[in-house]
């Protein structure tokens, strides 16, 4: 059965460093999506992707997030200047279309 | 704005005891609804959704749901619990179009006694 995989399972950064979180969508689904949950938490929305740009972005998607599709099968968040508040679980969510979105296992970022 | 509540933050059951977890939500038309289960350490896998129709939707690992419009709740339901249906359980609301965001209920954390 096909699957959404995300890379790495687990990062560790300085706060104001740089990370870039990857995600393989499922091959055939034309939307992408990233949530995050703090811990303790619920999950929340970040950003929807379609057709090469963002459709929707939630307020926490500030200009320090950024998502990029650089080729046929990755999607990727970037967190330019990371803060001590960005520690979360982060997922990676594709749809086909309507609605039903399928989830990646998660990165657990953590900012020291 | 969308929202979703989930009353009980824990809830704990016996092993073969039926099961309810309660998800009331606000929206002005009928959203798309779902039910997910979170393991530890696992990601978001989806038990069931409801998009029309049937207002009973029946899902994976025996769990069935049955939407109210009356109410604006979405309750989820297992007949008799095992002991590996212990997660945490969130419900999720989209507008009813493609490829819009999730918004989470605060989920309910389910343990189960032997």
């Known amino acids: 059965e096909p699957e959404v995989t995300q890379t790495p399972s687990h990062q560790v950064t300085q706060m104001g460093q740089e990370v870039i979180l990857r995600c393989v969508p499922i091959s055939n689904h034309l939307y992408f999506y990233w949530y995050r949950q703090i811990l303790g938490q619920k999950v929340e929305f970040l950003v929807s992707f379609y057709n090469n740009e963002i459709s929707e972005k939630s307020e926490i998607f500030d200009d320090q997030f950024s998502v990029e599709r650089p080729d046929g099968s990755n999607f990727t968040l970037k967190i330019r200047s990371t803060k001590l508040e960005d520690s979360a679980m982060y997922f990676c969510?594709?749809?086909?279309?309507?609605?039903?979105?399928?989830f990646g296992p998660g990165t657990r970022l953590t900012v020291l | 704005a969308q929202s979703v509540t989930q009353p009980d933050i824990h809830i704990t059951v016996s092993e073969g005891a039926s099961l309810e977890l309660r998800c009331n939500y606000s929206y002005g038309a009928t959203p798309y609804l779902f039910w997910y289960v979170q393991s530890p350490g696992q990601g978001l896998q989806l038990l069931l959704k409801?998009?029309?129709?049937?207002?009973l939707v029946q899902g994976i690992k025996g769990f069935e749901a049955e939407f109210k419009r009356s109410q604006s709740s979405f309750n989820l339901r297992k007949p008799s619990v095992h002991w590996s249906d212990a997660a945490e359980y969130f419900c999720?609301?989209?507008?009813?179009?493609?490829?819009?965001?999730?918004?989470f209920g605060g989920g309910t954390r389910l343990m189960v006694k032997p």
């Open positions: 409801y998009f029309s129709g049937d207002t």
């Open positions: 969510a594709s749809s086909e279309i309507a609605g039903e979105q399928f």
């Open positions: 999720a609301v989209a507008p009813g179009n493609a490829g819009n965001m999730l918004t």
